[in-house]
């Protein structure tokens, strides 16, 4: 069942956004080769915990962390650790859900540590996969379809010869992290339930130098890609408005 938000229901979820941008911003500051994912999801627990939310992730399906960090040729749900040092070069995604009052943010970016690119195909993965996301958003608005978001993450990905993660997608969110609908990051436009104010939706491309398929590893958590290529991942929580879309964890407000 698609359950939209009152203006009211939206304030908080304004707040659990600025909650989840704020500590994006502030792991970005922290990333460094030399530092551990566990050092990450402490500044992230700690910065969340500060202004009174609470992380969404940690219990989750008895999730163990307070974000999920996924390098390389992970694509998601990879779990922080006091052992696994961040080294230059690396792809991180860095994955952040807090809940306000009630109601859930989540967002995601990925970064590479040391700030230089192993490839420029490394590159211009991460840059496809944003634009992949931005083109999405511009879908959402009064009177779209549902479908419409993820033909247009399809095309990106297609546009430039990346493999598309096909199994997972963005989804809605509101007093649970994960509600309906399930967004599909693929697929023709114009299908689906119409898009109404007061809808709010996690966007979620996740796009990989090599092909589509992906595998789960045996902590049953963390996806990697089938063939080990690199992989991006980006998310933003995104409400319908009555003229277009509101993004609730845009970082640059
Ligand atoms: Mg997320
Ligand atoms: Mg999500």
Redesign the pocket.
């Known amino acids: 069942m698609i359950v939209r938000k009152s203006p009211e229901e939206l304030d908080r979820m304004r707040r659990a956004g600025r909650v989840v941008a704020d500590t994006i911003s502030r792991l970005l500051e922290a990333v460094a080769p030399g530092r551990t994912t566990f050092d990450l999801d402490r500044l992230a627990a700690q910065t969340i915990e500060a202004v009174g939310a609470r992380p969404s992730f940690k219990g989750y399906r008895g999730f163990p962390a307070t974000i999920c960090t996924s390098i390389d040729h992970e694509i998601v749900h990879g779990i922080p650790s006091r052992t696994r040092r961040l080294t230059e070069g690396q792809l991180l995604s860095l994955d952040v859900g807090a809940v306000w009052e009630g109601f859930h943010a ?1 967002s995601a970016v990925t970064v590479v540590v040391g700030g230089i690119a192993p490839s420029p195909e490394a590159e211009r993965l991460l840059k496809t996969t944003e634009a992949a996301l931005d083109a999405a958003i511009e879908r959402v608005r009064p009177g779209g379809r549902l479908s419409d978001i993820g033909h247009a993450i399809e095309e990106v990905a297609e546009r430039e010869g990346l493999g598309l993660v096909r199994e997972y997608g ?2 809605g969110i509101g007093r649970a992290l994960h509600e309906d609908p399930f967004v599909q990051n693929w697929g023709d436009p114009g299908r689906g339930p119409e898009l109404k104010p007061g809808l709010v939706l ?1 966007l ?1 491309p996740m796009l990989n130098l090599g092909g589509d398929a992906t595998r789960l590893l045996p902590d049953g958590w963390t996806v990697v890609t089938a063939d080990g290529s690199l992989s991006a991942h980006f ?1 933003h929580t995104v409400a319908v408005t009555e003229t277009g879309h509101e993004v609730l964890t845009a970082r640059d407000r």
Do not use: T
Request: charged share 50%; net charge negative.
């Open positions: 989540d963005g989804h996690a979620e998310e």
